[in-house]
């Protein structure tokens, strides 16, 4: 199939992107990589009457920015540079450790870190790690900026808090501080497939070894990232034994109900939960010691 025909806007700033979004409204989409939008284009399950390109949007490129306590990542980044990028695998290694299992390395090469989280799949890393992280987006519109934590952006399947005439400009992952470490896990049918389940894993150790804070954020369980409150909860103040870490997995997979699908069931996804539970915390804790 080939898409329904659209208007096609090439922007060269900003101010042309939101001018035509604040005209057109619900009927344009934005396209910065393509990855995810042209496969919907071509099956017709995305039907713009409208398609502005930020390809060309100098505002919105640009490499990862070390802020100090923080990095800034503009949106229009190459998932690739990203990657590569040796201020985050430094500051945010988190992201570095997630983005080589982003479908393939053609696929990131063109794919951006902006335009992965304002698709907003639940079932994709970027978003799980941006809510791990506690990161912040920074959306423009005619009307002004906002900046969106990422615990109130990701509303629903497809669906971020970005108004129908704001573009993601930015995102703003904190930076990882002494005594913490962090960790990516999941399980996929082939490398590059989605995952049926992921695992972002954020330890924080104090000088004796013990869990001082802790961080459980899952992809393709829920709506949107899941967050295993109970699980991190249980593990501060503990050791970060093999025996905690089980025990953490067990807690995070019972208070999880994930949906069935033709890649597994909710049981058999619990299972998971739990078995990569305790090798996500396993990595991060070491990742935690080193990092001291």
């Given at each position: 199939?080939?898409?329904v025909?659209?208007?096609?806007?090439r922007?060269d700033s900003?101010?042309?992107?939101?001018?035509a979004?604040?005209?057109?409204?619900?009927?344009a989409?934005?396209?910065?990589?393509?990855?995810s939008?042209?496969p919907?284009?071509?099956?017709?399950?995305?039907?713009?009457?409208?398609?502005v390109d930020?390809?060309r949007v100098?505002?919105?490129?640009g490499?990862p920015?070390?802020?100090?306590?923080?990095?800034t990542?503009?949106?229009m980044?190459?998932?690739?540079?990203?990657?590569?990028?040796?201020?985050?695998a430094?500051?945010?290694p988190?992201v570095t450790?997630?983005?080589?299992?982003?479908?393939h390395?053609?696929?990131?090469?063109?794919?951006t870190?902006?335009?992965?989280?304002?698709?907003?799949d639940?079932a994709a890393?970027?978003?799980?790690?941006?809510?791990?992280?506690?990161?912040?987006?920074?959306a423009?519109?005619?009307?002004?900026v906002?900046?969106?934590?990422?615990a109130?952006?990701f509303?629903?399947f497809f669906?971020?808090?970005l108004?129908?005439?704001?573009?993601?400009?930015?995102?703003?992952?904190?930076?990882?501080?002494?005594?913490?470490?962090?960790?990516?896990v999941e399980?996929?049918p082939r490398?590059?497939d989605?995952?049926?389940?992921?695992?972002a894993?954020?330890?924080?150790?104090?000088g004796?070894?013990?869990?001082?804070?802790?961080?459980?954020?899952?992809?393709?369980?829920?709506?949107?990232?899941?967050r295993?409150?109970?699980?991190e909860?249980?593990?501060v103040g503990?050791?970060?034994?093999p025996?905690?870490?089980?025990?953490a997995g067990a807690?995070?997979?019972a208070?999880c109900?994930?949906?069935?699908?033709?890649?597994?069931?909710?049981?058999?996804?619990?299972?998971?939960i739990?078995?990569?539970?305790?090798r996500?915390l396993q990595?991060?804790?070491?990742?935690?010691?080193?990092?001291?």
């Amino acid at each position: 199939m080939k898409p329904v025909p659209f208007r096609y806007v090439r922007a060269d700033s900003l101010e042309e992107v939101l001018d035509a979004l604040s005209e057109h409204g619900d009927e344009a989409k934005v396209l910065a990589g393509g990855q995810s939008l042209g496969p919907l284009l071509n099956l017709r399950l995305a039907t713009p009457a409208v398609l502005v390109d930020i390809n060309r949007v100098p505002e919105l490129g640009g490499a990862p920015r070390d802020e100090g306590v923080a990095v800034t990542v503009p949106a229009m980044t190459r998932q690739r540079d990203a990657e590569r990028s040796a201020v985050l695998a430094t500051r945010c290694p988190m992201v570095t450790q997630a983005l080589p299992f982003v479908a393939h390395s053609t696929i990131r090469n063109r794919g951006t870190v902006g335009g992965s989280l304002a698709h907003a799949d639940p079932a994709a890393e970027l978003p799980t790690v941006a809510t791990a992280l506690d990161a912040e987006f920074t959306a423009r519109s005619t009307r002004g900026v906002r900046v969106i934590p990422a615990a109130d952006f990701f509303r629903s399947f497809f669906t971020s808090e970005l108004a129908e005439d704001e573009v993601l400009v930015s995102v703003r992952f904190p930076a990882r501080t002494s005594g913490e470490g962090t960790a990516w896990v999941e399980f996929a049918p082939r490398h590059g497939d989605f995952a049926i389940v992921g695992v972002a894993a954020k330890v924080g150790l104090d000088g004796s070894g013990v869990v001082t804070a802790a961080r459980l954020v899952y992809s393709g369980v829920a709506e949107t990232p899941y967050r295993a409150t109970e699980a991190e909860e249980a593990l501060v103040g503990q050791a970060p034994t093999p025996e905690a870490m089980v025990a953490a997995g067990a807690a995070a997979a019972a208070a999880c109900r994930p949906p069935a699908d033709l890649l597994g069931s909710s049981e058999y996804r619990q299972n998971l939960i739990q078995l990569l539970t305790a090798r996500a915390l396993q990595s991060a804790a070491e990742s935690a010691r080193r990092s001291e």
